[in-house]
């Protein structure tokens, strides 16, 4: 199944830590595991079941996210050089690990992918956490999981929280403008 998850997913490969590379792969086998979702699950499974009739699923979400956030990332090392520090494997693992709790907040009930009753209790950011926790991932990515969502919008956020953050939303209101 990595193997497979990493054909969905190449943004994993951005990661140059190879320790943190693993980690970050092994929290999205876990929480496929945990959810019972298969690669072609991920597929299927909308990235914002709230939007109407969305085309784009999670995995693909994921990755524009990812992509966005490194270019993002790069781009402002370069510009700022000297002025300020990002560290780019955090990012990406943020924003690789940033919607992995979604995993965990829906399921397929008569072949309908629905959110689930665990939703309405703990949002994706909280399980996230949740199933990142204790897999080695650094507390500066498990802080962009938990920031990334209005849920962290009253807290103060490092700087590659901030990037996924307005990442995110950037991308869930150019696809409401398309889908709603």
């Excluded at 199944?1 to 969905?8: A, Q």
């Excluded at 990235?47 to 990332?73: K, M, W």
């Excluded at 949740?130 to 991932?137: E, H, P, R, S, W």
Aim: charged fraction near 25%; charge should be negative; glycine fraction near 6%.
């Amino acid at each position: 199944m990595k193997n497979d998850l990493l054909d969905l997913m190449p943004e994993f490969d951005l990661i140059k830590d190879e320790s943190l590379r693993e980690n970050t792969i092994q929290v999205w086998l876990d929480a496929m595991r945990e959810g019972k979702w298969t690669i072609d699950d991920l597929k299927d499974i909308p990235f914002a079941p709230a939007i109407g009739n969305c085309a784009v699923n999670l995995a693909d979400h994921t990755r524009a996210v990812a992509q966005i956030s490194y270019e993002a990332g790069v781009k402002m090392r370069e510009l700022y050089s000297g002025k300020i520090s990002l560290n780019l494997d955090y990012l990406v693992s943020g924003a690789i690990l940033h919607d992995v709790g979604k995993l965990l907040e829906c399921e397929r009930v008569n072949g309908e992918i629905v959110k689930n009753t665990r939703c309405g209790l703990l949002r994706h950011p909280f399980s996230g956490v949740g199933i990142a926790f204790g897999k080695n991932i650094p507390d500066e990515v498990l802080h962009m999981i938990a920031a990334h969502s209005s849920e962290g919008d009253f807290i103060k956020k490092t700087p590659e929280a901030i990037i996924i953050n307005k990442v995110d939303f950037m991308n869930t209101e150019v696809l409401k403008y398309f889908y709603e």
